[in-house]
């Protein structure tokens, strides 16, 4: 299984990015797909989350101007920030999770966003 990140960059404060996610390898059905972020000196955190149905999650931190979504049939993701601030700057990490039979838990490389002030 392989996920690959793409759209990482440097964007000024108060712009947009879209982050993708391409997974292969298998099937993921039933399976929750994923953003974190890890800033440096800080623990890896949840930005926002999808179930194979649509369901959402989000940071309180990204809540409001982020829309996360999915392509069950491509096996992608997609994640747009809005009104980035300094505070989004970050390695984001695409992750893919069953947590029934058959479990699996998967990362992507990451891909570094920088917003400027």
């Known amino acids: 299984v392989q996920l690959q990140a793409f759209g990482g960059g440097l964007v000024q404060a108060g712009g947009s990015l879209t982050l993708s996610c391409a997974a292969s390898g298998s099937t993921f059905s039933s399976a929750y797909m994923g953003w974190y972020r890890q800033a440096p000196g800080k623990q890896r955190e949840l930005v926002a989350r999808i179930s194979s149905g649509g369901t959402t999650d989000y940071a309180d931190s990204v809540k409001g101007r982020s829309t996360i979504s999915r392509d069950n049939a491509q096996n992608t993701m997609s994640l747009q920030i809005n009104a980035l601030k300094p505070e989004d700057t970050a390695v984001y990490y695409c992750?893919?999770?069953?947590?029934?039979?058959?479990?699996?838990?998967?990362w992507g490389q990451g891909t570094l966003v920088t917003v400027s002030s």
């Open positions: 992750n893919i999770i069953r947590i029934l039979a058959p479990t699996f838990n998967y």
